[in-house]
């Protein structure tokens, strides 16, 4: 069928298009001059309530807000609701249960300043909504200062009467002397009521107190042809400040908790399971049963993050969704933070780490704790500061404050997204060509692949002893990564590892980008730590014998043969086995010592321990009590306490090794130069940090070694000096060897080493 179109019909559908690119054209360049609304404030902490002015240059341009954290809409200045429920039916049941209960939200048209106030006197909202399928929550918070029935009630009343009757005979003198004064002067002294200076407001001192909040104002102009400008959002605390940083979250309430499509509840989605009533999952844990919060649905955000201790104020567009696995069960739940590339082609413009390093477009986590978040909050968190820069990538950590629309939400901490993103900014990738894979070659980003040919190659090599396996191994993986991150998973006795949470990368190349043969870029296998909360699921066990557990054959507790088959198999090497015995020691001298590692941990724990508190009052269980809290923590502190010690002994005991000696390095005159043990370097400089290690490894140092394991140690001279011979207790040197600035010894008993560097003569 041919179908004709007149040139007139043309002319018409041609002219219809232009006018609608003008049109669209127009409205673009409106908006974007329309200017927003500005603000007589700017987002913090007040010692004072005030009042907020809202302007705009424009008399004829209206403003519009909201205090709820929804979006500015003028269609909205009656109010709308989202509906929600708070208690849930459990399987077998099949017939929903619990009422539909609303929230309200609503737009306002503003005329006159708005009063910024300290709103922890009023009821809370958020904390009220149930963010579980539980058939009655335990975990809503009640008012922490709730004076009926109790003591203060009962001596508040005592004292008011003994006010009531000091104001009694005081009002009888103060109307006294206003006879007097009319009788006498015949002038007017006013006609208010005298009310008494010293009343006590009962009604206010016994008032409960809620959650801590702050007032969240969002605004956005209208002009004459109905368009809106860009929301600005405020964030305002009358006092209550916070020992760590505050992270405010504002966007509309329903996104998180409506029952239809809020992902922080169970929802529709879980009552739609029950009706179903099919229950073949009901065997399983509760966290695999279908609910809202199972969405991978994103929500565009406003973050605003005031830190006290810095006086820094940063703010950024972000999109928000739920994050974790089993964790989203709980009541608390982790969240996730995308940059809003629609917002700010600069990504998440800010600065949360403290390390004056924008996210930029990287992915943020804020965890609960993961499954362990109910008893030692800070596990994974100190364990990666213990672990920061050795040759595996690490997550950075900063506990935060959090509150949604300015109501409290409780203590997350703020962690790296383990993905490509990440791994291209921390190692300063030229692009994000990357393969990334966890647990049993599972891909996060890229392929298998090269992974497949190294496991393959493992698995087929008849001899895995000699220097033709090491070479070969060595072009598939970074060996140094591989020995650092087994090291520490074992240190830490890791209870969910390796058959769970482990994740390996490699930098793929591209065409403008190809694989080199040096630094990061050179095409190898990396590890990465994350998620290690289960390390003290052994706390109460510091003699485990992680070493022989991770390297079983066959299934071992929670351990299949492929989780096992990586540590086995290269252990096999004489190279890699002998490099792998001396990492380790030189970690456990260092690292793992535990001054500080125990340090560490006192450290996470003193940034959140004032926090706590205020925590527990929000979530009841997560912990149970600072005290509950408190006895893991110290739980944790002995296990690492007493780590070191039983690792020496699992050393020697699967290696066959011979017994430990002692051996302590100096230098000849300070200044002059460091010495190389092995893979650390020692100096002079007590405010210097060497190496791997964040702990200065100055003179004199001493460390233990096994007898059977050879020690290499190189003079390195400062500028200005030259290596001069080697002065040596309990060990004998050649003449020779004396004056050589490298040595390989095995040493079979305890020893003093001494590098002697003289001065070199000036030109």
Do not use: C
Not at 674 to 700: A, E, H, R, S
């Amino acid at each position: 069928m041919t179908i004709f179109l007149s040139a007139t019909l043309v002319q018409r559908l041609f002219f219809v298009l232009l006018s609608s690119l003008f049109i669209l054209s127009t409205q673009t360049v409106w908006a974007e001059e329309l200017a927003t609304p500005e603000f007589s404030h700017e987002s913090g902490f007040y010692p004072e309530e005030f009042d907020l002015v809202i302007s705009h240059p424009d008399p004829e341009i209206k403003i519009y807000y909201t205090l709820d954290g929804s979006d500015p809409d003028p269609e909205n200045l009656k109010g709308a609701t989202f509906r929600y429920k708070n208690e849930y039916a459990q399987p077998p049941s099949t017939e929903p249960t619990g009422e539909f209960l609303t929230q309200e939200y609503k737009t306002f048209f503003y005329d006159k300043p708005i009063l910024i106030k300290d709103r922890t006197s009023e009821p809370d909202r958020l904390s009220q909504i149930s963010t579980t399928f539980d058939a009655k929550p335990s975990y809503f918070p009640k008012p922490y200062r709730e004076l009926k029935n109790s003591f203060k009630n009962k001596t508040l009343i005592v004292i008011n009467r003994f006010y009531a009757f000091i104001n009694k005979h005081l009002n009888k003198i103060v109307q006294q002397y206003k006879k007097y004064i009319l009788n006498n002067n015949k002038s007017k002294v006013g006609s208010q009521k005298y009310l008494g200076y010293f009343n006590l407001d009962y009604e206010t001192l016994s008032k409960p107190k809620y959650l801590n909040k702050g007032m969240v104002v969002r605004a956005v102009t209208i002009n004459k042809y109905s368009l809106i400008s860009n929301v600005v959002t405020k964030v305002f605390f009358i006092s209550n400040k916070s020992n760590l940083p505050v992270i405010n979250i504002s966007l509309p309430e329903k996104y998180l908790f409506d029952y239809d499509e809020g992902w922080l509840v169970a929802g529709v989605a879980y009552e739609n399971w029950l009706k179903a009533g099919n229950f073949d999952s009901i065997e399983n844990e509760p966290w695999g049963w279908p609910a809202n919060w199972k969405t991978k649905n994103k929500t565009p955000a406003y973050l605003t993050i005031l830190d006290p201790e810095r006086n820094k104020l940063s703010e950024s567009y972000a999109e928000l969704r739920v994050h974790g696995n089993a964790s989203r069960r709980f009541a608390l739940k982790s969240l996730r933070i995308y940059p809003d590339k629609s917002k700010s082609k600069k990504g998440i413009e800010l600065d949360i780490f403290k390390d004056d390093k924008q996210i930029g477009l990287d992915r943020i986590n804020f965890r609960n704790g993961g499954s362990h978040g109910n008893s030692n909050y800070p596990t994974d968190a100190a364990i990666h500061a213990m672990m920061k820069d050795l040759n595996f990538a690490t997550q950075r950590y900063q506990s935060m404050s959090i509150y949604i629309n300015g109501e409290y939400y409780g203590i997350l901490n703020a962690r790296d997204r383990k993905d490509h993103y990440y791994i291209s900014s921390l190692y300063e990738l030229p692009n994000k060509k990357i393969d990334l894979l966890e647990t049993k070659s599972l891909v996060k980003k890229g392929d298998s692949k090269s992974w497949g040919e190294l496991l393959a190659f493992i698995d087929n090599s008849e001899d895995r002893s000699g220097y033709e396996f090491y070479n070969k191994i060595s072009d598939f993986i970074s060996i140094d990564s591989f020995i650092d991150y087994y090291v520490a998973e074992l240190f830490i006795a890791n209870a969910d590892w390796p058959n769970n949470n482990i994740a390996y990368w490699r930098y793929k190349g591209a065409k403008k980008h190809p694989i080199t043969t040096q630094g990061f870029t050179d095409g190898r296998w990396r590890w990465i730590m994350y998620d290690t909360d289960a390390a003290g699921d052994w706390a109460d066990t510091p003699d485990l014998d992680m070493l022989s557990y991770a390297t079983a054959v066959g299934s071992t507790g929670r351990n299949p043969d492929w989780s096992t088959f990586m540590l086995r198999k290269l252990l096999e090497n004489t190279i890699i086995k002998e490099l792998f015995i001396i990492r380790f020691s030189d970690l456990l001298n260092t690292y793992f010592v535990p001054d500080r590692t125990v340090n560490i941990l006192r450290d996470v724990r003193e940034s959140v321990i004032d926090e706590i508190p205020k925590h527990i009052e929000r979530w009841s269980q997560r912990p149970k009590d600072l005290k509950t809290w408190d006895a893991h923590i110290n739980k944790l502190t002995r296990f690492f306490e007493q780590r070191p010690k039983y690792q020496w002994q699992h050393l020697q005991n699967f290696f066959q090794l011979d017994e430990r000696y002692t051996v302590q390095f100096n230098i000849g005159q300070q200044g002059t130069g460091k010495i190389k043990l092995n893979t650390l370097t020692l100096g002079d400089d007590p405010n210097q940090k060497y190496d791997v290690t964040d702990t200065p490894l100055f003179f004199p140092w001493s460390g233990q070694y096994f007898k059977s394991m050879p020690l290499t140690i190189e003079a390195l001279p400062e500028n200005g000096y030259a290596f001069s011979h080697w002065e040596v207790s309990g060990y004998q040197l050649t003449p020779e060897q004396k004056i050589q600035s490298k040595l390989i010894l095995k040493p079979q008993d305890n020893l003093e080493i001494k590098a002697v560097m003289s001065e070199v003569a000036k030109p």
